[in-house]
Nanobody, 117 residues
């Protein structure tokens, strides 16, 4: 199994920056991809950014050019750098990992990100 622990400060003014971290443990060599999702009150969960085992990345249109996902293999950690934050980025952000032959899912505990106007 894969366990995920998120960290990062979650309160910032509009236009500011935040970085979230997600540390993986357990069967890390079985991880196929990692990503970040977010869910705002009253809205469906949204895939924000994804990084595959090959290093390729994908972003939601709403964050393209402002957010960057990266990984540090030595620390088994994935980061989400969020710049030019907007109030509409306010949500709970969840780290996600797909692992194993059947793409099992693991989730982090969630981090509240609040962007004030």
């Amino acid at each position: 199994q894969v366990q995920l622990v998120e960290s990062g400060v979650g309160l910032v003014q509009a236009g500011g920056s935040l970085r979230l971290s997600c540390a993986a443990s357990g069967s890390i060599f079985s991880i196929n991809a990692m990503g970040w999702y977010r869910q705002a009150p009253g809205k469906q969960s949204e895939l924000v950014a994804l990084i595959s085992i090959s290093g390729s990345t994908n972003y939601a249109d709403s964050v393209q050019g402002r957010f960057a996902i990266s990984r540090d293999n030595a620390r088994n950690t994935v980061y989400l750098q969020m710049n030019s934050l907007k109030p509409e980025d306010t949500a709970v952000y969840y780290c996600n990992a797909l692992w194993g032959q059947d793409d099992f899912e693991s989730w982090g505990q969630g981090t509240q990100v609040t962007v004030s106007s």
